[in-house]
């Protein structure tokens, strides 16, 4: 497959048509899978938000004077109030906030961003990012499109991109029952796709000032093996998350 970043996106605003911004500037083919940054999703829903819009109450209080008090940084209480009503379970509240977003995605700050977002303090994530990438999906002539953003990951340092919502293309493709080299059947394999998608759309369309949030994969080949639609683990075979929930950051 190849992928290339589409050139000379604009500076995305609210209400922008994110499909026809694209079709613009590249001539999508059947074959296509196309990878949008969650950043002008976002912008093309007017996801702009400001700190006086979020008030801070107690908890947040509580939240931001311990975080000064383990990092020597001063922390704003109303951004701890902006990551608490973008989530739905604060997993942890030190040394940093991790949260499960309201569409399902575990990400540190609810995924709140404060870079390029001129005008403005914050950018918060699609509400529903895979609606999102339906709506692009069914405007473009392409197989399918991911809605991406960056993130860590436990026991590995620095970030990659990975996908927060997708449309027309399955989430993972299933080995199981599937032989090896040596014949034996696969047990527990399952490929997450949109993930690999993303992350390789990721190194194309580069970080920072880059101004390239958009990247075409093509010739990208499913192929037979079983597809669904499972993405975000279920809290049931979620280890390390159950863990969390009865861990306290000792400093």
């Known amino acids: 497959m190849e992928l290339f970043a589409v050139p000379d996106i604009p500076e995305i605003t609210d209400g922008d048509d994110l499909a026809a911004v694209i079709a613009d500037r590249v001539e999508v083919t059947p074959d296509d899978v196309v990878c ?3 950043t002008i999703v976002s912008k093309s829903e007017g996801r702009f938000a ?3 819009a979020f008030p801070a109450g107690p908890r ?3 939240i931001a004077a311990n975080l000064t008090e383990l990092t020597g940084d001063d922390k704003d209480p109303r951004f701890a109030q902006a990551v608490l009503e973008e989530s739905v379970e604060l997993l942890m509240e030190a040394p940093f906030l991790l949260t499960e977003t309201r ?3 575990v990400g540190v700050n609810a995924g709140i961003d404060r870079s390029n977002v001129s005008g403005h303090d914050l950018l918060l994530l699609p509400k529903q990012p895979s609606k999102s990438a339906a709506r692009i999906n069914e405007a473009l002539p392409c197989k399918g499109v991911v809605v991406t953003d960056t993130c860590g990951r436990p026991f590995r340092h620095g970030q990659r991109g990975v996908a927060i919502g997708w449309a ?3 989430a993972s493709r299933d ?3 599937q032989p090896d080299r040596d014949g034996r059947e696969l047990g527990v394999t399952v490929q ?3 993930d690999e ?3 390789a759309a990721n190194l194309v369309a580069g970080e920072g000032a880059g101004g390239t949030p958009v990247v075409v994969v093509r010739d990208f080949e499913f192929g037979e093996l079983p597809g669904s639609e499972n993405h975000f683990r279920e809290i049931e075979t979620d280890y390390v998350r159950q863990a969390l929930r009865d861990w306290e950051y000792s400093g």
């Open 197 to 199: 998608l993303a992350a």
């Open 192 to 194: 997450n796709v949109i």
């Open 50 to 52: 400001d700190l006086s």
């Open 36 to 38: 949008v940054a969650s």
């Open 103 to 105: 569409f399902g995605h």
């Open 175 to 177: 080995w199981r029952g």
């Open 168 to 170: 027309g293309i399955p």
């Open 60 to 62: 947040a209080r509580e």
